[in-house]
């Protein structure tokens, strides 16, 4: 059995500085990246990742995952458990069983979550693992979104437009709706009007979540408003 939580194709698609699980470690990093045909060839590899980890995690979790972790990690408790996780698994590259088991054991940690187990079992270890990595993914999915809109868009050729608007219209369908409301936006950033029969097909899906529809809806009207203006 392997050490690691997260799959390692994962980690070579993302460059250390991008794996930190605090925010405000990663983001500018993100933020400040220049956007030359290197940085953008990586971040499109990194978004790729991202939308594939999260697009598996929907599938193998569900639409709203609680991992089957203890009540500690889904009430108040989850802000004194996130402060001390941090500390132990600062970055991705740190979500390892090893690290995961001996964070359940510290002292204030199994006191927080009420622990009765002399040691923690393989399935705790894991979930706890997954959980903690889809955390980090997440925030760093939305900020690569932020850069590709913010930063990147008027720099991307059309290729690499192309491919960021194929990963994200692909993805969005599979999405639980709290990564749809990121990803809708984006696909509107970079697409334009001409995503308008996307986001129609997107808002009349009954598969879908309403949220999603709803987001969906939202910039299909947003696309007519301009038009009716012009």
């Not at 953008?40 to 569900?62: D, I, M, P």
């Not at 408790?77 to 964070?103: C, H, S």
């Not at 809109?149 to 050729?157: E, I, K, Q, T, Y």
Request: aromatic share 8%.
């Amino acid at each position: 059995m392997s050490d690691l939580l997260v799959e390692p194709e994962l980690l070579a698609s993302l460059p250390p500085s991008w794996q930190a699980a605090e925010s405000g470690r990663r983001h500018p990093v993100i933020r400040d990246l220049p956007p030359d045909p290197e940085q953008r060839a990586l971040a499109l590899s990194a978004l790729e990742a991202c939308l594939a980890f999260q697009v598996n995690s929907a599938a193998r979790y569900g639409e709203e995952p609680t991992w089957g972790l203890p009540e500690a990690f889904l009430n108040d408790d989850w802000f004194l458990l996130q402060v001390r996780i941090k500390r132990r698994l600062p970055t991705l590259a740190d979500v390892t069983r090893t690290n995961v088991r001996d964070w359940l054991q510290e002292g204030d940690v199994a006191e927080i979550l009420e622990a009765t187990w002399t040691e923690p079992s393989d399935e705790l270890i894991e979930a706890v693992g997954q959980m903690w990595a889809t955390f980090i993914v997440n925030g760093l999915a939305v900020d690569l979104l932020r850069w590709f809109g913010w930063v990147a868009r008027d720099h991307l050729d059309v290729v690499e437009r192309a491919k960021a608007l194929d990963l994200l219209k692909a993805a969005t369908r599979r999405l639980p709706w709290r990564h749809t409301i990121h990803t809708i936006p984006a696909i509107l950033n970079l697409g334009g009007s001409d995503e308008r029969a996307y986001f129609d097909q997107l808002a009349n899906d009954p598969d879908l979540h309403e949220k999603t529809r709803a987001e969906a809806a939202s910039k299909r009207w947003l696309i007519d408003s301009e038009r009716a203006r012009t």
